[in-house]
């Protein structure tokens, strides 16, 4: 009889280890997972295959146009790839439609978007491709000899813009336009005011003139413009504002790790430096008053504060002014960097879009996928891109060809492609690449800059309100972030992350599986147990 019971439990043991292996399995290739990404032996061009391409436009019709000419020329190449073009007004909705598509499979192949983003993707096993291997192929690589086309090597394409790609060990993104923040100035108001542009901005002078330009006669009608509309100084993405101060000051906003450090007495200073011209009139954002490029063409701004590839909308004879003819006003536009804290060490962030490829179970599909997103860094795409807006090429290549240079030198013959205020803007960057910085990429870090940019727009909406913002206002301000931006969470991973370092997926899989497994264990010998003495107790 006590053989017989061996044998079912050694039975049942067995059956329980299965079913670990099983809980094991299904952790590393469950429904938000699959097989990682292995480059195939050749590329099957005797297939055919339909691939999505998920780009943003801003309402520009060349880009577009550019985008729909990438893709006929590299059909022709490759005509046995299809490419479906899918465009958004905004990264956000890509954003937010990847994550929705994750969870049903139907992600796209090609993708447009930034690495933040990118490491919310990564939550899901496998989901997008890293490219180092790709990267060094010799057939099908950066550069490789298989490719229908000429594009660059990995040497070639600007290792700053590269390694903002990187993260998590691992490159999951190419580069494909990169810009950066600029001041764009209404030189004609300051000169009134009784002021003159210095070589480099300063927050001090720009403070200061914003202040003078708020001056009203008894009419309340600004001295500077003869208008009843004035805002001296508006910025468009508070949270760069927030997080190039903070860089500035050398103050603490995250790790790579993803330990949040923002809510900090140098963010608290900066935030009461914000109210304070806020509450005069001096300054407002994008959110609270509109884009910035709007005052500043009527004449209502002093300082407008934008991307470079915003600069198309910038001055009195931009190309893709918003407002009426009748609203314009004259005025000599000069661009420069973001306002500096230290001019002998500046500091300003590099932003911009790149290209992640989406993993598949068929292979072949996503090699397609990354000879298209390779085919985005040629010459001719990189070119006629970035001469739409205030974008650099990303590919030295690029911009060492001819036409770009060519490009560069007549900046200012038309206001069309040669727009002054485009070119200077772009002439901005390429001058100060060594200057650019990125933010830590981790899970959250989506959040931390929407909350860095919140903090902002709050003690400005809050002053316009009559509000009194002190230490206690802040206090509470940090709470109701944290909260907002279920920044808690994040800390407490950060936490024990750092405490015991992070576990490999396949081992947190394999622990679950071995903790399901001996619970079922305990379980089944005390069921065990308690049915031997329910037996002596009938003997007795």
């Not at 990438?70 to 909705?93: K, S």
């Not at 004609?188 to 480099?200: K, N, R």
């Not at 935030?271 to 490029?293: D, M, N, Q, R, W």
């Amino acid at each position: 009889m006590r053989g017989r019971k061996k044998i079912v439990c050694s039975k049942l043991v067995m059956l329980l280890v299965l079913m670990a292996v099983m809980l094991f399995q299904t952790g590393c290739h469950g429904s938000r997972g699959m097989a990682a990404f292995e480059i195939p032996e050749n590329f099957d061009c005797s297939r055919a295959y339909e691939i999505t391409f998920w780009a943003k436009n801003d309402t520009n019709k060349t880009q577009t146009d550019i985008y729909k000419k990438a893709i006929q020329d590299f059909q022709e190449l490759y005509p046995n790839i299809t490419v479906n073009l899918r465009l958004y007004t905004d990264y956000g909705r890509i954003y937010n439609d990847v994550i929705t598509n994750i969870s049903t499979g139907t992600t796209p192949n090609v993708c447009i978007t930034y690495p933040d983003h990118i490491a919310t993707y990564l939550t899901g096993t496998n989901i997008v491709v890293p490219l180092e291997e790709l990267f060094a192929d010799q057939r099908y690589g950066l550069g490789g000899s298989e490719l229908l086309f000429e594009g660059p090597s990995q040497g070639e394409i600007i290792p700053q813009f590269l390694e903002e790609c990187a993260f998590n060990e691992h490159y999951y993104a190419i580069p494909f336009m990169r810009s950066t923040e600029a001041c764009y100035v209404n030189k004609t108001y300051v000169e009134a005011l009784g002021y003159t542009l210095p070589e480099q901005l300063t927050w001090d002078f720009v403070w200061e003139v914003a202040e003078a330009a708020t001056a009203k006669d008894s009419q309340g009608t600004y001295l500077i413009n003869g208008q009843k509309v004035m805002i001296p100084f508006i910025y468009k993405s508070t949270d760069n504002m927030m997080i190039q101060m903070l860089r500035q000051k050398g103050a603490e906003y995250s790790t790579p790790a993803g330990e949040i450090q923002i809510f900090n007495d140098t963010t608290r200073e900066l935030l009461y430096t914000v109210a304070s011209h806020a509450e005069t009139g001096a300054f407002s954002t994008f959110k609270i008053s509109s884009y910035p490029a709007n005052f500043l063409n009527a004449g209502q701004c002093v300082f407008a504060i934008d991307s470079t590839a915003g600069a198309t909308w910038m001055g009195t004879h931009a190309p893709l002014s918003d407002i009426s003819e009748e609203a314009l006003v004259d005025f000599e536009t000069e661009v420069y960097p973001i306002p500096q804290f230290d001019t002998d060490h500046p500091q300003m962030i590099s932003q911009g879009p790149s290209v992640c490829i989406f993993n598949k179970p068929d292979h072949q599909e996503v090699l397609a996928s990354w000879l298209f997103a390779q085919y985005l860094l040629t010459n001719e795409v990189q070119t006629a891109y970035a001469e739409t807006e205030g974008y650099v090429p990303v590919t030295s290549r690029a911009r060492d060809s001819a036409q770009y240079q060519d490009y560069l030198s007549r900046c200012g013959e038309d206001n069309n492609l040669y727009y002054d205020v485009k070119i200077k803007a772009s002439r901005l960057l390429l001058s100060h690449v060594e200057d650019t910085f990125v933010t830590p990429v981790f899970n959250g870090s989506t959040s931390l800059r929407d909350a860095a940019g919140q903090m902002i727009e709050n003690v400005t909406k809050s002053v316009n309100r009559r509000e009194t913002v002190d230490n206690a206002y802040m206090d509470k301000l940090y709470g109701d972030v944290t909260s907002l931006y279920r920044l808690q969470s994040t800390m407490q991973t950060s936490a024990t992350r750092k405490e015991l370092g992070p576990l490999p997926p396949m081992a947190i899989a394999l622990l679950a599986g071995l903790g399901v497994t001996w619970a079922l264990i305990g379980a089944y010998v005390v069921w065990e147990a308690m049915k031997n003495r329910k037996k002596r107790h009938n003997t007795h």
